[in-house]
């Protein structure tokens, strides 16, 4: 099943913060954050494994609430670097499997 | 440097005709995975391969063929019978993992293709 990502998209002035769920009708076992620019590859930011963990990279981390089959990304401090489109990819079973995604948030970051 | 290598960046073909779409991975990573991305849908699966010699259908393998004949080729053949192949293609690939944990996939830079 495919997670849901919410909002759609969002717009934030330069320094401002953004939050990012994705959530999902089944257990999840990971759940894997990537951004991507127009046209170009997804690049990958960040790995959570059931536990309920929170990890970061730079000024961008994540939460996992398995009993709530959800995670969240959280963009502190935007810059205009963090402008791209936000996908959640979720694991198919607790082992290497290909993943699941959701459909994207856009964020615009604007001077 | 290691990474995912795809070809062509653009390619046009006429309505009918079979195409093929490299992807080259040097990392020596044992999975690799073909996406396909359309406006507003994200990323969905169309094959996937665990080791050499093996692949699974993904959710719309329909119209796609794929071979994994050596570690770091998994070329994807879009068909005639694919009803409406203009989009963006993505490679990935990801080691595999002795523990049975989940492990990170990388993308290659992708082939947009475009069916006249």
């Known amino acids: 099943q495919q997670p849901v990502q919410s909002p759609q998209a969002v717009i934030l002035r330069e320094g401002e913060d953004a939050v990012i769920n994705c959530s999902s009708s089944?257990?999840?076992?990971?759940v894997h954050w990537y951004r991507q620019k127009h046209g170009e590859a997804p690049v990958f930011l960040m790995i959570?494994?059931?536990?309920?963990e929170q990890k970061g990279h730079e000024k961008i981390s994540a939460s996992f609430n398995e009993k709530k089959q959800q995670s969240s990304l959280y963009l502190t401090a935007s810059q205009l670097s963090y402008s791209g489109t936000y996908f959640c990819?979720?694991?198919?079973?607790?082992?290497?499997?290909?993943?699941?995604f959701g459909k994207g948030t856009r964020l615009s970051v604007i001077a | 440097d290691g990474g995912i290598t795809q070809s062509p960046k653009y390619l046009f073909r006429k309505e009918g005709q079979n195409v093929t779409l490299s992807c080259e991975q040097n990392?020596?990573?044992?999975?690799m995975y073909w996406y396909r991305q359309d406006p507003g849908q994200g990323l969905r699966l169309i094959y996937y391969?665990?080791?050499?010699?093996?692949?699974q259908k993904g959710d719309i393998a329909e119209g796609y063929s794929v071979s994994r004949e050596k570690k770091e080729s998994f070329p994807l053949t879009v068909t005639s019978a694919q009803k409406n192949p203009t989009a963006f293609y993505l490679c990935?690939?990801?080691?595999?993992?002795?523990?049975?944990?989940?492990?990170?996939?990388?993308f290659g830079p992708g082939t947009r293709l475009t069916v006249l």
């Open positions: 990935a690939s990801s080691t595999s993992s002795l523990a049975g944990l989940p492990n990170t996939q990388y």
């Open positions: 089944k257990a999840l076992y990971s």
């Open positions: 959570l494994l059931k536990g309920g």
């Open positions: 990819g979720t694991g198919r079973g607790s082992g290497n499997t290909p993943l699941v």
């Open positions: 990392l020596n990573h044992d999975a």
């Open positions: 391969s665990q080791i050499v010699n093996d692949f």
